[in-house]
T-cell receptor, first 111, second 114 residues
Framework: GNSVTQMEGPVTLSEEAFLTINCTYT??????LFWYVQYPGEGLQLLLK?????DKGSNKGFEATYRKETTSFHLEKGSVQVSDSAVYFC??????????FGTGTSLTVIP | DAGVIQSPRHEVTEMGQEVTLRCKPI?????LFWYRQTMMRGLELLIY????????DSGMPEDRFSAKMPNASFSTLKIQPSEPRDSAVYFC????????????FGEGSRLTVL
């Protein structure tokens, strides 16, 4: 079956540090891949997406590349800010429009 | 454009009472999802509708939970009777139904059952 596995948290970084949150997936066919972000007290918001192999999604300085050979979609940012503190979810959707979410990774950025 | 609209944003009720949560999906979206989020269990899919028809309700905890989608612009999630363990944030989300379309989430309904 389809599933998403992402790095356990919580993650604590100093401002301007490099961020990587690992995400791997299991899926039949060719899923679309997503990163969502959830700020305290809010719903999940789409951060970026990639719909086919080797696509790179990017937004607000965050990037992730769809790697079919390693079934991965790792989230990276070169220099995090305090305002990036949130919970990050990796997700995939299959051809049937079913969505599968990882367990979420909490990020805290300290000044 | 308006996003996914949920009501109420907060609900506090006593054990045994009926709770109804409401959702208006984004216009034109034909897939609607109800999720529950707690610290212990994270984000759980409860039920998924496509073109107003329930496709997968395997995540609905038990018979106390029911969901309806009478038309393309409205859905309800009902808990009767409510229990303290139902306390959670309930999210509604909608999508265009295409394989590459993303989910759009509402701001959630925070339910507290005393």
């Amino acid at each position: 079956g389809n599933s998403v596995t992402q790095m356990e948290g919580p993650v604590t970084l100093s401002e301007e540090a490099f961020l990587t949150i690992n995400c791997t997936y299991t899926a039949t066919g060719y899923p679309s891949l997503f990163w969502y972000v959830q700020y305290p007290g809010e719903g999940l918001q789409l951060l970026l997406k990639a719909t086919k192999a080797d696509d790179k999604g990017s937004n607000k300085g965050f990037e992730a590349t769809y790697r079919k050979e390693t079934t991965s979609f790792h989230l990276e940012k070169g220099s995090v800010q305090v305002s990036d503190s949130a919970v990050y979810f990796c997700a995939l959707s299959d051809v049937g429009n079913q969505f599968y979410f990882g367990t979420g990774t909490s990020l805290t950025v300290i000044p | 454009d308006a996003g996914v609209i949920q009501s109420p944003r907060h609900e506090v009720t006593e054990m045994g009472q009926e709770v109804t949560l409401r959702c208006k999906p984004i216009s034109g979206h034909n897939s609607l999802f109800w999720y529950r989020q707690t610290m212990m269990r994270g984000l759980e899919l409860l039920i998924y509708f496509n073109n107003n028809v329930p496709i997968d309700d395997s995540g609905m905890p038990e018979d106390r939970f029911s969901a309806k989608m009478p038309n393309a612009s409205f859905s309800t999630l009902k808990i009767q009777p409510s229990e303290p363990r139902d306390s959670a944030v309930y999210f509604c989300a909608s999508s265009s139904g295409t394989s590459t379309g993303e989910l759009f989430f509402g701001e959630g309904s925070r339910l507290t059952v005393l």
